[in-house]
């Protein structure tokens, strides 16, 4: 059975969050248009990587030849142990590492606090080719920025609206935008946490502060569905990904990203040279 086969319906427009979207009603535990178990998703996802792999290699070639337009973003954002690591190796990992840019924000350096929250986000937008990836992104900053107060309720709203034109300016740029959040359960994620401390080789992975973001799951919750409210566009769009299951995850981020690349309507480039006149050279040679 084909990767396809197993999709009842575009995840796209299942995961897109349109007027009237609330988190609450999202299950992290869904998978929402696929027909298939764990095994199913797995071999989707091998198979995508090899649809994918190519329209990666398509852009990247394309950019090499003069087009200094097209590129992808995909941010994404989620509470710890949601799995955007997993996505990086699992989704990105299939791809030529030349063609992609990643980014893990981290909390703000003392430069960084000295200029406006997009001044860093700038300087990591992918440029000709790229897929670029947030790993985190200037979205910290009106979601723990709201949950920590960590500036006025003035500055959160400003905010707001300095995302969407930046994202509009990176639109009309050539860059593709999709805005994933990784929905995890707080059930999920304390099973996850409790592995980290059980396992000796993952002790690297826990924070003891993951503890405290967790007793402000509630919040958090409120921050993002706020941040859709303000945030969704035509041009950059969010998607909710249930993330309890991480197969369903992958699978869902890899499909995005592929239709992403095909709506491109990619091809490779044509050689600004003369192919046969080059084949006889390199015979002569």
Do not use: C
Not at 162 to 190: C, R, T, Y
């Amino acid at each position: 059975m084909s990767r396809e086969s197993y999709w009842t319906a575009d995840p796209s427009e299942l995961l897109r969050v349109r007027e009237g979207f609330r988190l609450a009603d999202v299950d992290p535990r869904s998978h929402p248009g696929f027909d298939g178990d764990k095994a199913a998703g797995v071999r989707a996802l091998a198979e995508g990587a090899h649809i994918f792999a190519e329209l990666q290699e398509q852009l990247f070639a394309n950019s090499r030849m003069g087009d200094d337009e097209r590129r992808v973003l995909i941010v994404l954002q989620a509470l710890d142990t949601a799995g955007k690591g997993g996505i990086v190796k699992h989704v990105m990992g299939s791809v030529d590492p030349q063609g992609v840019h990643l980014t893990a924000f981290k909390k703000p350096t003392p430069e960084e606090l000295e200029h406006d929250f997009l001044w860093r986000i700038r300087k990591e937008v992918p440029g000709p080719g790229m897929i670029g990836v947030f790993d985190r992104s200037h979205y910290e900053d009106v979601l723990i920025g709201k949950v920590r107060e960590l500036a006025p309720p003035e500055e959160i709203e400003r905010r707001y609206g300095a995302i969407n034109s930046f994202e509009a300016e990176l639109a009309a740029s050539g860059i593709a935008i999709m805005k994933v959040m990784l929905h995890i359960s707080p059930d999920e994620q304390k099973a996850r946490l409790q592995a980290r401390l059980d396992r000796r080789k993952k002790h690297w992975k826990f924070n003891p502060a993951d503890i405290d973001e967790r007793l402000l799951g509630p919040k958090y919750m409120e921050a993002f569905q706020t941040a859709f409210d303000r945030t969704a566009t035509p041009n950059a769009p969010w998607y909710v990904i249930p993330a309890d299951r991480k197969w369903y995850a992958r699978l869902a981020v890899q499909h995005l990203l592929i239709e992403a690349l095909e709506a491109m309507q990619l091809e490779w480039p044509v050689a600004d040279y003369d192919v046969a006149e080059q084949k006889a050279r390199l015979a002569a040679s």
